[in-house]
């Protein structure tokens, strides 16, 4: 139902799953392994899947740059340089979904807490449906600055995302596997 008339495809966004982001992140690994699950049934649905990659404050090649070596890009699938919370600032995100003819968006990743939540308003507020696969995003504990635990951060952020709600678009939280791809 986006604001796209055009566009009525899906797309897996995976944010910043990158060595570094996700090195101390919970459950980092049960959180990699559905991610490879989604990744996989969207290539088998022909649904584009798009990386999107922190710059890391001009850490581009280093290693810990690098995405986590379960989750690599084949042929044909965008990554997005970004240096930005918002995946969608200053980058080229919305023409590679433009391109894709995609309207509807199916998010996880890292940081929880950051670059998920700012991208998922900014694809939002740019018209898209947005859906958070609740059990496929993860941050890491900075309790030592203020913030809530990180299992209760990744709750909190599934509760209210299950009610946001703007005209024409639709905002939905979905565990890994009952996320059904529909190219």
Request: proline share 4%; with cysteine.
């Given at each position: 139902?986006?604001?796209?008339?055009?566009?009525?495809?899906?797309?897996l966004?995976?944010?910043?799953?990158?060595?570094?982001?996700?090195?101390?992140?919970?459950?980092?690994?049960?959180?990699?392994?559905?991610?490879?699950?989604?990744?996989?049934?969207?290539?088998?649905?022909?649904?584009?899947?798009?990386?999107?990659?922190?710059?890391?404050?001009?850490?581009?090649?280093?290693?810990?740059?690098?995405?986590?070596?379960?989750?690599?890009?084949?042929d044909?699938?965008?990554?997005?340089?970004?240096?930005?919370?918002?995946?969608?600032?200053?980058?080229?995100?919305?023409?590679?979904?433009?391109?894709?003819?995609?309207?509807?968006?199916?998010?996880?990743?890292?940081?929880?807490?950051?670059?998920?939540?700012?991208?998922l308003?900014?694809?939002?507020?740019?018209?898209?449906?947005?859906?958070?696969v609740?059990?496929a995003?993860?941050?890491?504990?900075?309790?030592?600055?203020?913030?809530?635990?990180?299992?209760?951060?990744?709750?909190?952020?599934?509760?209210?995302?299950?009610?946001q709600?703007?005209?024409g678009?639709?905002?939905r939280?979905?565990?890994?596997?009952?996320?059904?791809?529909?190219?």
């Open positions: 139902m986006s604001l796209f008339r055009d566009r009525d495809g899906t797309a966004v995976v944010i910043d799953m990158q060595r570094d982001v996700v090195a101390s992140a919970v459950d980092r690994d049960g959180v990699i392994a559905r991610i490879c699950d989604l990744v996989a049934r969207a290539r088998a649905a022909d649904v584009p899947v798009v990386w999107v990659q922190d710059t890391l404050d001009g850490r581009v090649g280093e290693d810990g740059w690098r995405l986590v070596p379960e989750l690599v890009p084949v044909g699938e965008q990554v997005v340089a970004k240096e930005h919370g918002d995946a969608f600032e200053g980058t080229a995100l919305e023409d590679v979904l433009a391109g894709a003819g995609a309207g509807s968006l199916a998010v996880c990743g890292a940081q929880t807490d950051a670059c998920v939540r700012s991208t308003h900014g694809a939002f507020v740019r018209g898209y449906d947005v859906t958070l609740a059990d995003h993860t941050t890491e504990d900075l309790t030592a600055y203020g913030a809530p635990p990180p299992a209760q951060v990744i709750a909190h952020t599934n509760l209210y995302w299950r009610y709600s703007a005209p678009r639709t905002a939280v979905v565990e890994a596997a009952a996320l059904a791809f529909d190219a």
